[in-house]
């Protein structure tokens, strides 16, 4: 076979280029979908969870001035009556429930005095305010002859801060300037904790009912196993709504389940079983077991069964021969139905806010809440980026001890 000259090697260069490129073209629209639906919005979750501009935006020469404060005692007088301006200038805007709601965040109780205080100074002289507009405001409430609040007004008027961060794992920054557990309710650290047990539960609870289904429809022929796969199926063809709706009424005080275990006689009064963490477990097993089969059934049928024929016919017993040659091929099935079924349920939302009621609630509910009722999208981007990295840190354990290419889908 002759060499080819430079010119037709040319040519072979210029074709696999226009190959590549070719391909790259067909890849390129999923590529931006992953970067508008997928990179983006993480990347701006991130963001948020740590630039806070608005106390910045809102009196900007009072932080100004509060930055020469070395946070003994109450601030300069000048810089009292800077904030006393800016406040009325505030309240004539209609700005002054933003202000008091930020210090609310930092300083807990301050939105009312906040309110209460642009409300009497909106009719003060401004003149009058800039050269005594300090001793106006210490004399309309306690609380703002108190340096921790001062303090907190100083670092909540920083551009970019961690706070969010501490407060999402219940710390806060002292007057000292260390890190401490915070002295209002501590429930985010219960949350987490919460959330990641009834996962953990849910996973097991799965793979429990989801491993002897999976081997039952791999030992069927393949008419009836594709018949009896279609009712596993048939979650995903029903409306989630419909699905939780339906646990609803069975598990509510007048629902089915209550009225037939009276009627036997079992109970004598109705089971509390809606609105309860159980009822988040049992609706949420019912609705990721699919999640938990298909992965199982789908490497259960690539076992060859003379496998456990010969270990059987070489003497062993079926429950040893069961754990020792069968279960750890079923491995990376089994890992890639509890790594889905786990992540999946530790971002849940509907389910736990329609029956799991205020005790059945996970940490994805609480985050819905700040972005939707309290309007804190910075405590829930770093509530949802601790989360985020959270999954990827059990990823990395798993990756770590079991091994990620494990995993396999069928």
């Known amino acids: 076979m002759s060499a080819l000259n430079p010119e037709e090697l040319q040519q072979a260069r210029r074709a696999e280029r226009r190959k590549r490129w070719l391909a790259f073209a067909f890849v390129v629209p999923l590529l931006v979908f992953i970067l508008l639906s997928f990179v983006a919005p993480i990347g701006a979750m991130l963001y948020r969870s740590v630039h806070h501009p608005t106390v910045a935006e809102l009196i900007p020469q009072t932080l100004t001035q509060l930055e020469a404060w070395d946070g003994q005692g109450l601030p300069a007088e000048q810089t009292l009556n800077t904030f006393t301006v800016e406040l009325q200038a505030l309240a004539k805007e209609r700005l002054s429930g933003k202000l008091a709601e930020e210090f609310n965040r930092a300083y807990a109780g301050m939105s009312s005095v906040v309110k209460s205080s642009a409300r009497k100074l909106r009719r003060e002289k401004t003149e009058d305010l800039q050269s005594a507009g300090g001793q106006r405001l210490l004399s309309l409430h306690k609380r703002w002859n108190e340096p921790e609040l001062w303090f907190q007004v100083k670092r909540a008027g920083a551009p970019y801060t961690y706070d969010y ?240 290419s494990n995993i396999k889908l069928g």
């Open 165 to 404: 961060y501490l407060t999402a794992l219940d710390l806060e920054i002292s007057a000292e300037g260390g890190i401490q557990s915070r002295e209002q309710a501590q429930i985010y650290r219960q949350l987490y904790g919460k959330t990641l047990n009834m996962a953990l539960i849910i996973t097991l609870f799965c793979a429990l009912l989801g491993y002897p289904l999976a081997y039952f429809l791999a030992n069927l022929p393949d008419k009836k196993a594709n018949l009896l796969m279609i009712l596993v199926l048939l979650p995903f063809w029903t409306s989630l709504l419909v699905r939780t709706t339906a646990w609803i009424a069975l598990l509510q005080t007048n629902g089915v389940i209550n009225s037939f275990l009276m009627g036997i006689g079992l109970t004598s009064e109705p089971l509390e079983m809606l609105y309860t963490p159980f009822a988040t477990v049992v609706a949420m097993t019912h609705i990721l077991l699919p999640f938990m089969v298909l992965p199982l059934y789908s490497v259960m049928r690539g076992i060859d069964p003379s496998y456990l024929r010969a270990a059987m016919s070489l003497g062993a017993k079926p429950i040893p021969a069961f754990v020792r040659i069968y279960f750890p091929m079923t491995l990376p099935g089994l890992s890639a139905g509890a790594l889905l079924v786990f992540i999946i349920s530790v971002g849940y939302y509907i389910t736990p806010a329609l029956v799991g009621g205020t005790d059945g609630q996970m940490i994805s509910n609480i985050i819905a809440f700040h972005m939707q009722s309290s309007n804190n999208w910075e405590l829930a981007a770093a509530l949802g980026s601790l989360l985020l990295g959270l999954i990827l840190l059990l990823y990395w354990v798993y990756d770590r001890f079991v091994g990620a």
